[in-house]
């Protein structure tokens, strides 16, 4: 009788452990932006396939970065960095090749032309376009209606003297990119002389009384709504967003690109070096290629898509300004140019010391 009682205890736990596992199995972790991802395109990925896709959240490349070296990359199955930030994360050996040699994704043929063989990941090994987009200066249209469009409404004192301001919080290269623009260095600067001269301004701007500080590019849009802050830096689709949610309230807000250049950046979809499942992965990146989700997604995010067969189904505002900008505009931007090794220790450094004087 006790044998008995033993097996078929035994059998339970087995089958139980078995559950487990099974559902370990169809689980997907998202590691992603707040508010990034259209919560409906989750629950329709689970119904279809049985996967339950499980999402933590950060604010910003650097904090990605720390937390896959601190043993995230065996903890999430899919990441979204921005485009300079790729060859990091592969330097840093915490992302994977997206398919075994020899295979490539379902629906990778959508993505266009501008967005293949990109020079953060030349042959498309380890990303996949997710969305891009426009970064520039949001302010306040009351306080100046009519503004020179240059960095110089954060960075020129004269312009400026009296109203609080804030720049971008994230991590060096971003910045010192707009200073470097703002000298007349180019918003793609490389090298210690330009990023010296960028460290002096940026000090500088710190010491004013108006400066509030580093401030996310949602709640600079907030900030700006409430009076707390009048200029900053945001994304072109934050402030669609925005503007569409409470017309209102957001509806004193001006964006401009600076004349000296600005940033067009592009995010990704990559998969963690020890993924634990990685196969879901592959599943998730496949079922976002698929055009009609693709155009949800950007439909959702108020950016624009990197797919081509997606865009005759995105909204009309996505193909005008600010989202989708004109000609003159798009000439103006640069991809943030990828450093690493030696100048990368240098920018971390010159950043450091730049924000702890």
Known sequence: MKLTQWAVLSMAALASSGAVADDQERQLNLFNWTDYMDPEIIADFEAETGIDVVQNYYNSNAEMLAKLNAGGDAQYDIVIPSDYFVPRLIGAEVIQPLAPDGQSL??????????????????????????????????????????????????????????????????????????????????????????????????????????????????????????????????????????SEDPELYGNIGFFVPREGSQRWVDVMAIPARAPHPDNARRFIEYLLRPEVAARLSNYNLYTSPNAAAQPMLSAELREPPVMPDADTRARLSLTPAVDGEQLQLLQQLWSEARSR
């Open 106 to 243: 379902e629906g990778i043929d959508n993505i266009m032309a501008d967005f293949q063989q990109p020079a953060y990941d030349p042959d498309g090994t380890y990303t996949v376009p997710y969305q891009w987009g426009v970064t520039g200066i949001v302010y306040n249209t009351d306080t100046f209606p009519d503004p020179d469009p240059s960095w110089g409404l954060l960075y020129d004192p004269a312009v400026n003297a009296d109203y609080p301001f804030a720049l971008l919080k994230g991590d060096a290269q971003f910045t010192f990119s707009t200073l470097c623009a703002y000298l007349g260095e180019g918003f793609d600067c490389v090298g210690q002389a330009p990023w010296v001269e960028a460290a002096k301004l940026l000090v500088a701007t710190r010491e004013r009384d108006n400066f509030v500080g580093f401030v996310d590019a949602t709640a600079t849009i907030e900030q700006i709504a409430s009076g707390v802050i009048h200029a900053g830096i945001a994304y072109n689709g934050d402030l669609a967003g925005k503007q």
